[in-house]
């Protein structure tokens, strides 16, 4: 299959927050424990929030299909963080990872930005490392869910633009 790798535009906002849903659900308890992954999904952005964080300043660059259904992504902040980075499930294992990181890093050179960091999940962090990030630290922390404290991880990453 065919990809294009693209800006987000008005309308992706559904289908994005859609892909991550999935991503969450199918792929999490790969290394997440079911608690882990519904205080995780829980926790995340509808298509109204995707869109207030695009009209902030966030950029995000999407893999898209043949039809131009997005099936990847990556948000990129003004300051270099990068939020999200998330695949559908049908899709992994194509390289979109790592090509939304890279459309990303291009746009943050253009902007002069130094250092790219993000907080890298299990799942996500062997793709960053692809992409040259360097781990800093694990970050262990709870989400609450359901009124119940759920211990769950991720990385602190970074990688240097100069």
Not at 50 to 79: C, N, T, W
Request: glycine share 6%.
């Amino acid at each position: 299959m065919a990809y294009s790798i693209r800006e987000y535009r008005d309308g992706d906002a559904t289908a994005l927050a859609r892909l991550l849903a999935e991503a969450i659900a199918v792929i999490g308890p790969h290394r997440y424990s079911e608690a882990q992954v519904a205080a995780w999904g829980a926790r995340h952005p509808g298509p109204d929030r995707l869109k207030q964080r695009v009209d902030d300043g966030a950029m995000i660059f999407v893999a898209a299909d043949s039809h131009d259904v997005p099936v990847a992504y990556a948000m990129l902040e003004p300051d270099g963080h990068l939020d999200h980075l998330y695949c559908h499930p049908d899709h992994t294992r194509r390289g979109l990872a790592l090509e939304v990181l890279m459309a990303a890093e291009s746009k943050a050179r253009q902007l002069g930005v130094e250092r790219l960091f993000t907080e890298a999940s299990e799942l996500a962090r062997a793709a960053f490392e692809r992409a040259g990030y360097e781990v800093t630290h694990r970050r262990d922390f709870e989400i609450v869910h359901d009124g119940k404290a759920v211990p769950i991880h991720n990385y602190a990453m970074e990688k240097r633009l100069d």
